[in-house]
């Protein structure tokens, strides 16, 4: 499984997960506290100088993330030139753009395994409220484990499709790619139990 | 021979249902023998042995004993005493990653994670696979994910090692392989195949048939039997004949 | 315990799968992403509180920069993006679905799937995603609204298929319907 991390290491990458994310927490609050147009184009700079730092292949990485929110910046563009409210208009879409460009820098200086780490850090005081937090350990792995073994069987159920028919496999191939899931799951569960189930449980007598 | 209990495997008049309908049924046997077969055709009931004798299903009636326990009710003992490599490999890797999946087993034994990340390590080398530790289980061929599967369930140390038809399917180069690396390893086998040709080094085999053992004892008569039956049966066209 | 670890596991990554292989989308002039059929499914088939975890499960991955949701998206920016209402609202959606098939005895288990679908797919899940467009784009939740309606249509699509899908599900292996079990005894032997 690829993670979106980007392979260009920036200076990002060596610092700690945990404070780049409270760093982002407080970033947008903070943007949405304030409506002065100055420190959004401000913030805007500075995330722009933020993705070119690393270099050419990491800002074109980053635009290309970006262009989910373009249809929005589009849509609100039309909008606010209908309603003639340019200011307003102006100010949502770059809080919008800077945010979600925030967002994805934190993914893109973080490997999955020091985001993993943080994940266990942070859920840690709520397996002492009772939250069986402990399977995350088991279950994300379980997960990206089985992704590409349901993506191969979907496309071996197209495979198997199209050597019988001319028209489209659509969505009737989800009845099997589903029983496939409910079929593994037994076996890896079954898996489990063999090997002594889920980490971080402990074992009755 | 040795007589003491705790060496043996002793099945009880054992039985398993599966909705009523009888899979394994007075199922008595007791050996101590270092490597055990058992051959049977498809639908025998064999699979289903493998899986009560690894303590992950409860038999209907009667009792297993492995080296001493009830694998079902203890689990501890289980992990402890017994290791099953299933037929497809895929339905035994839990992990993205061969490191991972090495030591998931060892953290089940209670070890620390740094604790099983070294052996992990320590078992790949074993294996002359230390290169593979960080490789991703969806880039293996189907022989190396069975390899990973041996080298996960090795790495615990098992007692007894049930063996559920790991090689079929495999090309002729691998089954070899893969049957020198466990002969290699330092624990009893059950191993339990419809291929009478896995099982000609086993000290004692039995014959499972629709549930119940129909034979048994050294490998030589009783697989030659099966052979001659099976091919009396391929003869004719029990194919046609639907259960229950 | 272990079985329902592995089934929330498998139902997250059938979820993932569900958004990225090409071949199955939804026809109709527009393909349309089966990534919601699967927060769906997951409802109706796990119940309530499993298919919570599972849509859960998927969003923790997303959340750790892993690129599974439609169309190769992940990543923290999904969280703060003008679709995170949609994002946030997979569990509940998946939980809202589960409810109603664990407490409505309808006439077959598709019927029950179906509306249940529309139930937590489409009205709670656009009541979150509305909501989450209106609060990133600064818009009235009825303005909101009617931007994401077009995409109700196919939406309605998704829930029929839950309900084709659980039916025969319901045929093919009941065993696999926790909440069908109990009420379906009738239903089983009219079979």
Redesign the interface.
Known sequence: ?????SPVETRAHGWPAGAK?AA?CLA?TGLFLTDSLGLHLTALALVLVLYAAPGRVFFTAGMR??R??LP?VA??AI?HLITAELH?GVL?VLR?VV??????L???T?R?SE??DL?HRLTAPLRRLGLPVH??E??????????????AR??TL?EAWRARSRR????R???P???H??D????????????????GHT??? | MSDTASDDIRLDDLGYEIAGRPVLSGLTLATSARSIGVVGRNGSGKSTLARLMAGLLQPTSGTIRIHGHDLFRDRRAALETVGILFQNPEHQIIFPRVDEEIAFGLRQLGQSKTEAAEGARAVLAGFDKLHWQDATIAALSQGQKHLVCMMAVLAMRPRLMILDEPYAGLDIPTRRQLQRYLNRADTRLFHISHDPADLADCAQVFWLDQGRIVAQGAPCPVLADFTAEMNRLGELDDLADLAG | MERDLARIALFAALIAALGLVPQITLGFGVPITAQTLGVMLAGAVLGAWRGAAAAGLLLLLVALGLPLLSGGRGGLGVFVGPTAGFALGFPVAAFATGLFVEHVRLRSAGLTAGLGAVFGGILILYLLGATGLSIVIDKPLAEAFRLVAVFIPGDLLKAVITGLLVQALAQARPQALDWYRGGAAAGARRL
Request: glycine share 4%; no cysteine; charged share 10%.
């Open positions: 499984m690829i993670s979106l991390t994310l982002l947008s993330h970006l989910v929110v929005f849509l609100l909008w307003a949502i919008m945010l979600v460009a925030l967002a994805n934190v993914t893109m973080t999955l985001m993993t994940v399977l995350l088991t279950a994300i792995p379980l997960v990206i484990r089985f992704i590409p073994v349901l993506v979907a496309e197209a489209r496999p659509g969505w191939l989800i009845f790619l589903m029983l899931a409910l593994e799951a037994d076996h890896v569960g079954e898996a489990l139990r063999a090997r002594g189930g889920p980490l074992r009755p007598e």
